[in-house]
């Protein structure tokens, strides 16, 4: 008999619009390298929190919603935590989706994108790229980890055509330097397969996530991007021709 792979996940959603196309089924998987300062979901952090699963449950799970998500023209997402931290669990579920005939998408950061390989990419639609910064001391001490290898993996991605949204959190006095935004519109414009840009405001709806851990928000006293400070950032990317939203 064949052994379904086992995962440790930490819950699944419905959401519309905001991870990828159409309605979809978000699938969060635990466990992530990265230690994000404006992470909204520390409680994803650890993969031993986790529920451990096989790819057959989660499966049945995404059969009940199949016919509401074709109809609705959307699909299943994969994100976390870190999905590329379980390389063959996340990449049975983008497989059998496909099969299934969803629409696949994989939320990233692309710090680990080598453990990606091409089998896993060919089965996924959409990758949601994450890029935190495009300053590398900047990136460091934002997210705990090195720049380099999101922007490669964002290169190969582009080199095997999987189609991309980039999203940027816009964070004031973290990500909202004019020459590393100016930087970072250059890099995106030159990846053909990038769809678009996702500029998103810094929240804290998280905030009470960390105080139930115990464990202290490192940007409480970091104010909201204002209005016209997301919309500017916005603006960058589109005078490089990319749509930006």
């Known amino acids: 008999m064949r052994t379904s792979t086992t995962g440790r996940i930490h819950s699944w959603d419905l959401s519309t619009g905001v991870d990828g196309p159409g309605t979809r089924f978000v699938l969060f998987v635990s466990g992530c390298p990265l230690r994000c300062l404006y992470c909204a979901n520390p409680d994803t952090w650890h993969m031993r929190d986790g529920r451990e699963t096989t790819v057959d449950e989660v499966m049945a799970e995404i059969e009940k919603y199949r016919a509401f998500l074709t109809t609705a023209g959307g699909g299943v ?17 983008l497989r059998r989706s496909k099969e299934a005939g ?8 692309g710090f ?9 990419l060919a ?27 999101t922007l490669g993996f964002a290169t ?21 330097d004019p ?10 414009a030159g990846l053909g397969s990038v769809d678009r840009v996702d500029v ?3 929240h804290k709806l998280g905030a009470a ?35 930006a939203y």
Request: hydrophobic share 40%.
């Open 77 to 93: 997402t994969v994100t976390g935590g870190e999905p590329l931290l379980q390389p063959a669990f996340t990449g049975e579920i």
């Open 102 to 109: 969803l629409h696949t998408a994989l939320d990233t950061s």
């Open 112 to 120: 680990l994108g080598a453990r990606a390989s091409d089998e896993l």
């Open 123 to 149: 089965h996924t639609d959409l990758v949601l790229l994450d890029i935190k910064s495009f300053d590398v001391p900047a990136y460091r001490r934002l997210t705990g980890g090195e720049l380099a290898p």
């Open 156 to 176: 190969r991605l582009d080199r095997l055509g999987v189609p991309m949204w980039i999203r940027y959190v816009l964070v004031p006095g973290w990500t909202d």
């Open 179 to 188: 020459e590393a935004v100016a930087g970072l519109a250059a890099f995106v």
């Open 200 to 202: 998103l405001p810094f």
């Open 209 to 243: 996530k960390y105080e139930a851990l115990g464990i202290p928000f490192p940007l409480r006293d970091t104010p909201v991007p204002a209005r016209e400070s997301v919309e500017r950032v916005r603006e960058r990317f589109r005078e490089r021709g990319l749509k």
